[in-house]
Nanobody, 124 residues
Framework: QEQLVESGGGLVQAGSSLRLSCVYS????????MGWFRQAPGKEREFVAV?????????YYADSVKGRFTISRDNAKNTVDLQMNSLKPEDTAVYYC????????????????WGQGTQVTVSS
């Protein structure tokens, strides 16, 4: 049974940095593309970033976070991280980790597995 558990959220000031981490358990981690999503109050869940499966996975980002956020994975530790720099109040949301065998399913917001989410709040 695949499971994803996020951590690292919190309350920070605008301009600060946070690093989210997601630990995966289940079948071979490297087989999965991994992604991060977020959902702000009253808004739909949106794609943030995705990293391809395998060792040197390419990364793709939403325009709203490009240049500020970096997704990375450690296949030895079964983790995927999201380094968030220059945070803005509009980055406030619950952040979710997700996994799927295909990158496409992550990009279209239909991954097979989801974490429970971690709250990120950015004050102005």
């Amino acid at each position: 049974q695949e499971q994803l558990v996020e951590s690292g959220g919190g309350l920070v000031q605008a301009g600060s940095s946070l690093r989210l981490s997601c630990v995966y358990s289940g079948r071979a981690f490297s087989d999965y593309a991994m992604g991060w999503f977020r959902q702000a109050p009253g808004k739909e869940r949106e794609f943030v970033a995705v990293i391809k499966r395998g060792g040197g996975g390419s990364q793709y980002y939403a325009d709203s976070v490009k240049g500020r956020f970096t997704i990375s994975r450690d296949n030895a530790k079964n983790t995927v991280d999201l380094q968030m720099n220059s945070l803005k109040p509009e980055d406030t949301a619950v952040y979710y980790c997700a996994a799927d065998l295909t990158l496409h399913n992550i990009v279209i917001l239909s991954p097979h597995y989801w974490g429970q989410g971690t709250q990120v709040t950015v004050s102005s």
